[in-house]
T-cell receptor, first 113, second 118 residues
Framework: GEDVEQSLFLSVREGDSSVINCTYTDSSSTYLYWYKQEPGAGLQLLTYIFSNMDMKQDQRLTVLLNKKDKHLSLRIADTQTGDSAIYFCAEMALSGGSYIPTFGRGTSLIVHP | GAVVSQHPSRVICKSGTSVKIECRSLDFQATTMFWYRQFPKKSLMLMATSNEGSKATYEQGVEKDKFLINHASLTLSTLTVTSAHPEDSSFYIC??????????????FGPGTRLTVL
């Protein structure tokens, strides 16, 4: 099957920028997503980008998409302790006539003072 | 933003009993809902795709007779874990697909249900 890969851990100092990277393999991906999972909670959609875009900015979040390299990144500016969570990258690709999501394993972001 | 609810949020049951988990889209109609299972330290694994008014499509390795999915309306899908065993203990998450005006397509996730089978 298709794979979505992310690094498992990222540690940053409060106030710095965080960059979480993701690679995917399915070139037919239509949408790519970033989800946030806080401890004990379900996933929350943070942002998404359509595959024909290369950048999307939403307040402190910037998503960059390099479709040629199948590389997606999420930049969080001025990272706060409340940003500590697991961040999942996901792609939505057409498979057998249906759009099927594939998730990465998640990147644990740890923000320390 | 769109809201998806799950009920119950946490359930403990005895081995051999059945448990039903509900997934509701609260402010949009979802023709497609997805059920995931999250394993410790691993990503979400898609169990099945639930389409309103038709049979669910199960991923390889998921027992359809054990994990019964019903999507009877545009706002409700249910997952029933039949004859539950301790190895079924997990965090189950549903998501609902929202086809927004303008062509964007995204999923909204429920808060998850923690199932513990004793």
């Amino acid at each position: 099957g298709e794979d979505v890969e992310q690094s498992l851990f990222l540690s940053v100092r409060e106030g710095d920028s965080s960059v979480i990277n993701c690679t995917y393999t399915d070139s037919s991906s239509t949408y790519l997503y970033w989800y946030k999972q806080e401890p004990g909670a379900g996933l929350q959609l943070l942002t998404y980008i359509f595959s024909n875009m290369d950048m999307k900015q939403d307040q402190r979040l910037t998503v960059l998409l390099n479709k040629k390299d199948k590389h997606l990144s999420l930049r969080i500016a001025d990272t706060q302790t409340g940003d500590s969570a697991i961040y999942f990258c996901a792609e939505m690709a057409l498979s057998g006539g249906s759009y099927i999501p594939t998730f990465g394993r998640g990147t644990s972001l740890i923000v320390h003072p | 933003g769109a809201v998806v609810s799950q009920h119950p949020s946490r359930v403990i049951c005895k081995s051999g009993t059945s448990v039903k988990i509900e997934c509701r889209s609260l402010d949009f109609q979802a023709t497609t809902m997805f059920w995931y299972r999250q394993f410790p330290k691993k990503s979400l694994m898609l169990m099945a795709t639930s389409n309103e008014g038709s049979k669910a499509t199960y991923e390889q390795g998921v027992e359809k007779d054990k994990f019964l999915i019903n999507h009877a309306s545009l706002t409700l899908s249910t997952l029933t874990v039949t004859s539950a065993h301790p190895e079924d203990s997990s965090f189950y998450i549903c998501s609902a697909r929202d086809l927004l005006a303008g062509g964007s397509d995204t999923q909204y996730f429920g808060p998850g249900t923690r199932l513990t089978v004793l």
